[in-house]
């Protein structure tokens, strides 16, 4: 088993291949590199790949991995984030290192590496700075909205990014404390105080999570930013699968799908989401709320 198989399972990775069709030689765009999953399989059927990831961690990791691919000039991988999708292919493109664009993947949300980490806070399970930041750049944590945020904004948070019922007591709660809420657990306990021990499959807290890193991340409005621009650079045929894990982000791809259908710049492919089978949630938790859509230009 390679190392890759052994420490993480792209999601839905059958499926992504399916319906990728790589033609071996041709460019693909890996919108969101992670620990190089789809990546890695890609190259394996001989595509040539673009691969975007703005946490330096990522980027490290497939360097010292995928290094054979760099050497070869099989994989650009590069630390900047999807939203600079058009122009980076487009200095590529000008550079004559890159032709046409066959399909762009893109695989929403975090990697397995950034939930797992004990120190990025992203992860209800340990104890951490509230930090999230998926692009070490960026200059504003989830600590930081937590101190900055006013009550009602921090409720418009946790319910547009959460769907969290209880976002006004949290968001209370979070302005009445005497201490300023700097880690996971902290928050956590303030989470299980107003809604009591977990029930159902989800942990109290996955929503208030969920909603601070997307926020921290401006997740939302990277995909508004970069679905335009993935349209523009794809070849005519060219595909675009998208794979999301919230409403939020579903709803996006979904309404921007259809607009481009409706504007005859191609069909979607997908008439319902696709989702993972049995077989792949039985050993893969993350993929559980997967959602795939494939868009092909006309
Ligand atoms: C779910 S993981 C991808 C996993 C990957 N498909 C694999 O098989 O290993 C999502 C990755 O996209 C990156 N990412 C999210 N938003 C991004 C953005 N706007 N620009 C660049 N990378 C982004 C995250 O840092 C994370 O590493």
Redo the contacts with the bound molecule.
């Keep these: 088993m390679s190392l890759t198989k052994a420490l993480?399972q792209?999601v839905m990775l059958t499926t992504t291949l399916e319906w990728l069709a790589i033609k071996p030689g041709q460019w693909y765009v890996d919108?969101?590199?992670?620990?190089?999953?789809?990546t890695q399989a890609m190259l394996q059927q001989k595509a040539r790949v673009i691969a975007?990831?703005?946490?330096s961690e990522?980027i490290n990791y497939g360097k010292t991995h995928l290094q054979r691919f760099i050497q070869t000039g099989k994989l650009i991988l590069i630390r900047r984030?999807?939203?600079q999708l058009q122009e980076t292919v487009a200095n590529l493109e000008k550079k004559g290192i890159v032709s046409a664009i066959s399909a762009i993947l893109f695989?929403?949300?975090?990697?397995v590496d950034?939930l797992k980490s004990k120190e990025r806070g992203f992860s209800f399970a340990h104890e951490a700075p509230l930090d999230m930041r998926?692009d070490q750049k960026l200059a504003v944590t989830a600590a930081d909205l937590l101190r900055f945020l006013n009550e009602k904004q921090l409720r418009q948070l946790f319910w547009q990014y959460g769907g969290e019922k209880k976002a006004r007591a949290i968001a209370h709660a979070i302005k009445q404390t005497n201490q300023p809420i700097e880690t996971t657990q902290a928050l956590v306990q303030l989470v299980l105080n107003i809604k009591g021990k977990r029930h159902g499959k989800l942990h109290p807290a996955t929503k208030v999570f969920q909603a601070l890193r997307i926020a921290v991340?401006s997740?939302l409005d990277?995909i508004i930013t970069v679905l335009p621009q993935a349209i523009e650079i794809l070849a005519s045929k060219g595909r675009l699968i998208a794979i999301s894990f919230h409403e939020g982000e579903d709803r996006l791809i979904k309404q921007t799908f259809k607009s481009w259908q409706l504007e005859n710049l191609g069909k979607i492919l997908t008439k319902k989401p696709l989702t993972p089978n049995e077989q792949e949630l039985s050993f893969n938790q993350r993929a559980r709320s997967a959602k795939l859509r494939v868009f092909e230009k006309i």
């Design positions: 993480h792209p919108a969101t590199f992670g620990r190089g999953g789809h975007f990831d703005f946490d990522a984030n999807f939203d695989d929403f949300g975090t990697s950034q998926m991340n997740e990277n």
